[in-house]
């Protein structure tokens, strides 16, 4: 049987371990430039704009450590409306849905409040959150969001209804009730979340069931197991967004990627609670206002459960 001269096995075993070595390194580097191609990719196909947060006065304390909070306008009209400053149209802000996106410390219960279009900017303001949308200033819409909530906004976004339908198509349809339960395809998308018949408030509950109903069907368990999934999900959801050019790229990897363990069932959808005194405007009511102290305090997730009758509702109408 043949054996190695003596001395030399020790050299190829050498030899051999720093091939595998040589390989690893090989390997690590192709796993990292693709790692930072997709990056580049899913990054770069936003759209940015600028965000004047310097420019706002009195600006509320930042969020607790680990904590932060993502202003998210959404709707039908178009995703560079801030980058172009193309104002949207009335048609089109009545029916947008703004959100306060709260992302817990803990990574585990994000917070979605909607923000009826109808309310007023401020006591006796003759300016709804819609009417703002027109203007097309994403520094003036983060003021007024900042000085009705008391909570600091960390950075916006700008998503279309387009983006959803592709998101729908991709699940292969969302479960809905208009009276009847049906599964709406992407095309039915624009009409169902854009229904200028409906009241405010009906509307925005419409919105974020369906958004609920969206975020089930799309973060499942399959996306820890299968990375591409998660890719495709992102590569729809990156493609027709604008952000805020002050969204590091490294905060915004960190956030995107957190959602492969995100599960549906862990966000909290809220419409803020309102009320209407006799012969007066639109108001935040106690609840409206405990719910922001919350959302400032990093508590969300405690109070919602104290309080559960402000959660939208589970059934889309």
Request: aromatic share 6%.
């Amino acid at each position: 049987m043949d054996t190695d001269p003596p001395g030399r096995t020790p050299h190829r075993r050498r030899r051999l371990w720093r091939v595998l070595a040589v390989c690893a390194a090989v390997g690590l580097v192709l796993v990292v430039g693709a790692g930072l191609i997709i990056q580049h990719h899913l990054v770069g196909q936003m759209g940015r704009f600028t965000v004047s947060y310097d420019a706002l006065a009195d600006r509320p304390d930042a969020s607790p450590a680990g904590s932060s909070n993502v202003l998210v306008v959404a709707g039908d009209g178009s995703r560079d409306t801030f980058q172009r400053k193309r104002p949207w149209s009335s048609a089109a802000a009545k029916t947008a849905e703004l959100l306060v996106v709260h992302f817990d410390a803990a990574g585990r219960s994000p917070t979605v409040v909607a923000i009826p279009g109808t309310l007023p900017t401020g006591p006796g303001s003759g300016v709804t959150f819609s009417g703002l949308l027109t203007q097309g200033s994403a520094t003036a819409l983060v003021g007024a969001v900042e000085k009705l909530s008391g909570v600091r906004i960390d950075h916006v976004a700008v998503v279309s209804w387009d983006t959803f339908a592709r998101l729908t198509d991709w699940v292969g349809g969302v479960q809905v009730d208009t009276g009847r339960a049906h599964l709406l395809p992407g095309s039915e998308v624009r009409r169902f979340l854009g229904d200028a018949g409906l009241a405010p408030a009906a509307l925005a509950a419409r919105q974020q069931s369906f958004l609920g109903e969206l975020m089930d069907q799309s973060l499942h368990q399959e996306m820890r197991k299968y990375p591409w999934l998660l890719y495709h999900f992102l590569d729809i959801v990156t493609s027709g967004m604008s952000v805020d050019s002050g969204w590091s790229t490294g905060s915004m990897r960190g956030m995107l990627w957190s959602l492969r363990n995100q599960r549906s069932a862990s966000i909290s959808y809220v419409v803020l609670p309102l009320t209407r005194p006799k012969n007066a405007q639109l108001t935040e009511g106690p609840l409206a206002q405990g719910l922001w102290q919350a959302v400032r305090q990093d508590h969300a997730a405690e109070w919602l459960g104290a309080h559960p009758e402000v959660l939208a509702s589970a059934t889309t109408s």
